[in-house]
């Protein structure tokens, strides 16, 4: 008998859980002016996702998917997309629609059900949220395909869940993107949990990036709480994919510290214990170590920054809170270019209007 594949599976960590460096660092994180702007950004999407969950518990927001815990994966994936790439996301990746443009404002309207929040100003490539779950892995290859075809320098970033990479979709898209070697970045957050269903009862396989390799491309692991990992493994990837080198799959293992929505209640599927071993490993406190240890925070920015970011949320959510309701045809106006004739008399009917071709 003779071995015919071999591969590995490579894991990579910068920072570890007390901010200590393990291995030297990579060039952009050298310049902690770098990693205050992430760590910034981080703070953000933290106080963001507070101000959500308190406005859905008011009963002033509709169900929320917090982004708690995974705030690395988002800081190191949007800072390193370019801003002509194309994002095609979950509902879990609010804070990377963020720093690619979309408004606060704009995402509490999209989990008020407003479709004006789909509808966001900045990123107008961008995909809107896709709650059906890796159905946005086939979109994201179509849209790689396209980039690929008009010979852009452009990457799709699709970012999903573990739960996702049991989808049928998720290995068609997979498939593809690998055959035909598209420009696009595949990012797994595994937060170990899909809603009730825990890691090891999602897949036998040992990595979710190991799935890549059925898809002839390279699959890694990063520590997903460590944005210094997240960000570097983000570069490399969209890099190998502008230059023409095929897709990656980037697994960031973290953990999902919130319910899975404001709809749940994980108390009754998981213990204290392995939620209080998680909040040892998040994201943020390690960041904000490495920054005081070599003397680029303090005190007094960690304080400015709190009440900076609060404000921001604050003046944005009164903002969303401000908007006046949707009026009825908006049901109609964000499905199509062109509305059929027959939608456009149902729109007529909702806004009150006769339609002057009926009798
Ligand atoms: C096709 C489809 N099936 C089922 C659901 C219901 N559902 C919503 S979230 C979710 C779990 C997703 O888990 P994962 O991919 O790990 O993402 P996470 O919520 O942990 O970010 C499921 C099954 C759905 N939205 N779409
Ligand atoms: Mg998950």
Redesign the pocket.
């Given at each position: 008998m003779t071995v015919v594949a071999r591969f590995e599976i490579r894991h990579s960590q910068f920072l570890d859980p007390s901010g200590k460096p393990v291995q030297p660092l990579p060039d952009f994180a050298k310049d902690p002016k770098e990693l205050i702007a992430l760590y910034r950004w981080m703070v953000l999407m933290r106080t963001y996702d507070a101000k959500a969950i308190a406005l859905q518990r008011t009963g002033q927001l509709g169900t929320f998917?917090s982004l708690l815990g995974k705030e690395a994966v988002e800081a190191g994936t949007g800072s390193a997309m370019a801003k002509d790439d194309v994002l095609l996301m979950?509902y879990?990746e609010n804070g990377v629609q963020l720093m690619r443009g979309v408004s606060l404002q704009e995402l509490f309207l999209y989990w008020a059900g407003d479709e004006r929040g789909s509808d966001f100003a900045g990123p107008r490539r961008d995909f809107p949220i896709s709650?059906?779950?890796?159905?946005h892995a086939t979109h994201a290859v179509g849209v790689a395909y396209a980039m690929k075809l008009k010979r852009e320098p452009r990457v799709a970033v699709c970012a999903?869940?573990?739960?996702?990479t049991s989808?049928g979709d998720f290995y068609e898209g997979l498939n593809a993107a690998g055959v035909w070697k598209l420009p696009l970045v595949f990012v797994v957050?595994n937060?170990q949990?899909?809603?009730s269903v825990p890691r090891r009862g999602q897949s036998a396989s040992q990595t979710l990036a190991q799935k890549a390799i059925a898809g002839g491309f390279e699959g890694l692991q990063v520590d997903g709480n460590d944005v210094i990992a997240v960000r570097h493994a983000m570069d490399a990837a969209l890099a190998k994919a502008r230059g023409g080198g095929g897709p990656t799959l980037i697994e960031a293992l973290t953990y999902?510290l919130s319910d899975?929505t404001t709809a749940d209640d994980a108390t009754r599927y998981r213990s204290p214990d392995e939620l209080a071993a998680a909040w040892k490993l998040e994201p943020l406190t390690r960041l904000r170590a490495y920054l005081l240890e070599i003397g680029a925070w303090d005190k007094v920015q960690e304080d400015a920054l709190l009440k900076s970011s609060n404000e921001q949320v604050q003046a944005a959510a009164q903002a969303y809170l401000d908007t006046p309701p949707p009026g009825p045809e908006q049901m109609f106006d964000h499905l199509y270019a062109t509305l059929p004739s027959a939608l456009e008399k149902q729109r007529a009917a909702a806004l009150g209007k006769r339609d002057e071709r009926e009798p």
């Open positions: 998917a979950t879990r709650i059906t779950i890796a159905a999903l869940g573990d739960g996702a989808k957050t937060n949990w899909a809603i999902r899975h």
